[in-house]
């Protein structure tokens, strides 16, 4: 198994945390992982993007100019990767941050109202927790009990006890995720 994914939107969605936890997930499994997060020199509202690899196998290079999943919570990420999506991938994306959605048809193309659902929560912060969720269950690439571990890992003690509403923002973007 290889999995190799972009996850791309703007600075201050969680996109490099998200990629980092999946990362971390796929270290607890003892697979072989590569994070390499790419952003603009704004903190928040830049563009941010991170490609994520988690195989079974040792990886050869963490650069990557096409993927077979890529998650999209901007307009602008999805035209600047839908193109690069390899033929029968996988794009995931925002209902709330995409205008125009995906309009190939080699691949899957799921959608996900993580921001609403996120609102409903009354917690802004369970957006990339939510969409994560999505991907977990169209790919599970690692489990959730090793992305709780992983959400341990890079969280600092003071928020350990944010953990259970991760989990309950993970599980409701399983519930969420539809393909278009």
Do not use: C
């Amino acid at each position: 198994m290889k999995e190799e994914i972009i996850i791309a939107g703007f600075g201050g969605q969680g996109v490099l945390s998200m990629g980092k936890i999946l990362a971390y997930s796929g270290l607890m499994e003892d697979k072989e992982v590569t994070w390499m997060p790419a952003y603009g020199p704004e903190q928040r509202g830049g563009t941010a993007n991170v490609t994520v690899i988690v195989s079974d196998e040792k990886i050869s290079s963490p650069i990557l100019s096409k993927y077979d999943t890529a998650i999209i919570l901007n307009q602008p990420s999805l035209e600047k990767f839908e193109s690069r999506v390899k033929p029968g991938g996988i794009i995931i994306y925002d209902g709330y941050g995409i205008i125009h959605p995906p309009t190939r048809k080699d691949i899957k193309v799921y959608r996900i109202d993580a921001m609403d659902a996120a609102n409903e929560m009354n917690n802004a912060k369970a957006f990339n927790m939510i969409v994560l969720g999505g991907l977990l269950k169209i790919r599970p690439v690692v489990t959730i009990a090793n992305v709780l571990k992983g959400l341990k890992k890079t969280l600092p003690e003071r928020h350990h006890h944010l953990i259970p509403m991760n989990e309950a923002a993970i599980l409701k973007g399983m519930e969420l995720i539809r393909e278009q």
